[in-house]
């Protein structure tokens, strides 16, 4: 299981390396607003589980527009979507290999794009970070 | 010389954004062509010259690991270079694809620069 850093760490790391998105970790039991969901499964010899994206527009709009340089107000949802699930495969790609090294073979699934947002595990670890437009929460899942 | 650039993703958005990076890297943009999975591009690699295929991994229909085999059946390594751009870290998978054929990886999550860079080194300066 990784800890709330590591989860932090990796997926800083990522925005800023695909949308040069300057994140911040803040509260866990500040209310969101969360209207993009993402959700990648992974399976490994040992563990496996499934990694939960919840974004809010502002927070998927900044990601979307950087990736594609454009304005955040030029993004449109389905771009805001599409750069949600990327997200999710590449975390979902980071913490596989933080919780596998590169020994262990992990399945890694393909990225889902809900409409509504994954319903809670118990036991998951929960984090969230921001960014100037917006929060983005992160669970990690793992049984 | 007119061959072309394939990028093999399953994002939409991933595509936009490569093929925005390689515009960049002076690649113009009736020489960069896209597919969604491995199905689709071994068919765009039938119909087109394609010099540099940039390839990601986790795809729905076909994966990139079958389209690169399926590839190198019928086209040697010179002759359609091969950039597998993925999440993977797992050792024994990433020798697997090397022994298949490739020219390089390009470990997600990447800077367009490095895209831009590995781009050219594999194109060479007449890219």
């Known amino acids: 299981m990784l800890n709330d850093e590591t989860i932090l760490s990796l997926a800083a790391d990522a925005l800023m390396q695909i949308a040069f998105l300057i994140t911040e970790p803040v509260d ?13 499964h992974f399976k490994g010899p040992d563990q496996q589980g499934e990694l939960h994206l919840l974004a809010s527009s502002g927070f998927a709009n900044e990601v979307a527009a950087n990736l594609l340089a454009v304005e955040p107000h030029e993004v449109q949802a389905e771009e805001a979507g599409q750069a949600l699930g990327e997200l999710a495969n590449i975390l979902g790609g980071e913490v596989v290999a933080a919780l596998g090294g590169v020994e262990q073979p992990f399945e890694l699934g393909l990225p889902e794009i809900l409409s509504s947002p994954p319903p809670p595990s118990s036991g998951a670890t929960m984090v969230r970070l921001e960014s100037e437009e917006g929060q983005l929460e992160i669970r990690l899942c793992t049984r | 010389m007119n061959s072309h650039v394939l990028i093999i993703d399953d994002s939409p958005i991933l595509r936009r954004s490569v093929r925005r990076a390689l515009g960049q890297a002076g690649i113009s943009d009736d ?4 597919a969604s999975n491995g199905a689709e591009g071994l068919e765009v690699v039938e119909a087109n010259q394609i010099s540099l295929v940039l390839l990601d991994l986790n795809m729905p229909v076909m994966n990139g690991e079958e389209f690169l085999i399926r590839l190198r059946g019928k086209y040697a390594r010179d002759d359609v270079q091969v950039v597998v751009v993925t999440t993977e870290s797992n050792a024994a998978r990433l020798v697997r694809l090397s022994q298949l054929g490739i020219s390089g990886f390009l470990h997600k999550p990447f ?16 890219s």
């Open chain 1, 28 to 40: 866990g039991d500040s209310p969101q607003e969360s209207s993009h969901f993402a959700r990648i």
């Open chain 2, 31 to 34: 020489r960069i062509l896209e």
């Open chain 2, 111 to 126: 800077e367009l620069e490095d895209l831009r860079q590995l781009a050219g080194e594999v194109l060479g300066p007449a």
